[in-house]
């Protein structure tokens, strides 16, 4: 139903864009922030998206424990993933 409801889908949007990757952004700091985070949100919301919105059987099947297992490795390197230089 979510998927189906645009004020829905708007507030899951606005949450992780105004509220999740702003403040993930100013506590990791320094210039590289924005896209760390960016890349935080892009796995905490395809997480969110696959195991509750809208669920792959096979994630949303998970114990919380191999949800950490499986998904942190790929959290911790968005976060800790230093820019390139361009």
Not at 9 to 16: N, Q
């Amino acid at each position: 139903m979510a998927l189906q409801d645009a004020e829905t889908m708007r507030a899951f949007r606005g949450y992780l864009e105004s509220e999740l990757l702003v403040r993930i952004a100013e506590f990791l700091g320094g210039p590289d922030a924005t896209e760390r985070a960016t890349a935080a949100v892009g796995v905490i919301g395809g997480l969110i998206f696959t195991r509750y919105l809208n669920p792959i059987r096979s994630i949303a099947a998970l114990p919380s424990a191999e949800v950490r297992r499986i998904f942190g490795p790929a959290l911790r390197a968005a976060l800790h993933a230093r820019a390139r230089q361009r």
